[in-house]
DNA sequence: TTAATAAGTGTAAAAATTACGCTTATTTTT
DNA sequence: AAAAATAAGCGTAATTTTTACACTTATTAA
């Protein structure tokens, strides 16, 4: 397997790929975890993780993760950061690799919920997580909180179309503070990015609110432009 | 080594570290990298690395490479990301977690550059690199250049007392961008985070200008209140 | 003594952000 | 059938931040 001497007799390790996975619904960010299955800490709750294959890198290794736990593809994925403390897991050393994903909850069927004992929780009512993954999760909201500010990922977490006020309610949920409607409005389509359709919803008013969709070629442009996203 | 069954039998990976070393002099960003001295890839250049051991985490692990390499402790280090794809090493499989460090050239006594083969290159006429460390480095600055504006992060490349205007041609080489001498003063004047000194350096000019110092204890206070950084 | 020059200070114009009031479309209630 | 209720949508004035740029100062070399 090592082809040169060097590598000879060099240590290895378990290497995990943990993941954070983020949905959203009504107006509250949702975590998916499961019940572990098996020792260390069988019955606990756990983020979803796997150890890396030797034929797959790391990122396959997560997405498969994803894919398994919830049956969905073409996620949002993104590496967050190693933990990679020596007793971090008391079974063995294991180093593990958190990600995080951004899934459209309403898309999801419950695959996750009901063949991994799988569960959404609120953000806010988490139950505690084995290990270090209470830290995973304080990371990766931190991560997201920032990175939602410079790159068009919060509507990851929306349906294909949504409304405006609804993007809004999004954004107050992840940055945890309320926005002004008016200027989260003209802030927001300034940047040309939203396709406004003709259909509106009416589920949460009675004058109904337009749908938009997130136009993925004209926030490209603008990147090019040099001009970017920000909140 | 293993305490339970579940992981028995599972994959172990061979993990490295690689550390994308940056420096500042004059007003060019250095880079340092060294000729390696084992196959594969022996006498080509290379970030400096190594293996995680089983008794060390993955930080002491890139601490350690640091330390070692430059002789210098307390360096400012951070994790940049995995890479992880499956032929990245064409010895073995080889997971690497690339990391990055900043450090204060004057203040590095030459351990690397003689012990290790180690030479400093302006950022933009580094050689090419083996495997993948082109891309780590690309990344690397990328992370630079986006931290440096909204973290106090860029003194740890300049001598404990500094000029402005060092600290201008600084942010000038990181940010690929001319800014203005007197707004880039007031701006950074404004946080309240530099101490001026009563001594002034005279190496660039016959007025000379005052030296300052990074206030740590201002700037945690000016976190605590929420307000933060940003250049 | 004077010329030269980087360092340092101030101020006005432009742009972005914030605060907030009014109108509109629709449904439910009277 | 009219009126009340309400989220959605639109505009504008006040404030803050950013940008652009001119002048003064301290010092050394000529």
Redo the contacts between chains.
């Keep these: 397997?090592?082809?040169?001497?060097?590598?000879k007799g060099?240590?290895?390790?378990?290497?995990a790929v943990d993941c954070i996975i983020f949905g959203f619904d009504k107006s509250k960010i949702k975590l998916l975890v499961f019940q572990r299955k098996?020792?260390?800490e069988a019955g606990n709750w756990s983020l979803l993780g796997r150890?890396?294959?030797?034929?797959?890198?790391?990122?396959n290794a997560a997405t498969r993760v994803v894919e398994e736990s919830t049956g969905l593809q073409d996620i949002y994925l993104e590496?967050l950061?190693?933990y990679?403390?020596?007793d971090r897991d008391?079974?063995?050393?294991?180093?593990s690799?958190a990600h995080y994903a951004l899934i459209r909850i309403d898309e999801s069927n419950l695959t996750s919920v009901e063949a991994f004992n799988a569960k959404w929780f609120d953000f806010d009512e988490l139950p505690s997580l084995i290990f270090d993954h209470q830290q995973m999760v304080i990371d990766g909201m931190a991560k997201l909180r920032r990175k939602v500010r410079y790159r068009p990922i919060g509507f990851e977490l929306l349906p294909e179309k949504f409304t405006i006020p609804q993007l809004k309610t999004l954004y107050e949920a992840i940055l945890q503070k309320p926005l002004d409607r008016r200027n989260f409005r003209k802030k927001i389509l300034s940047m040309d990015i939203l396709e406004k359709l003709s259909e509106k919803d009416k589920s949460t008013s009675r004058k109904g609110a337009y749908l938009y969709r997130f136009n993925q070629h004209n926030y490209e442009a603008l990147l090019k432009e040099g001009i970017h996203f920000e909140l």
């Design positions: 397997m090592d082809n040169f001497d060097f590598y060099k240590n290895r390790v378990l290497l098996v020792d260390p150890f890396v294959e030797s034929d797959e890198s790391v990122i590496e950061r190693t990679g403390a020596v008391p079974g063995a050393r294991v180093v690799i």
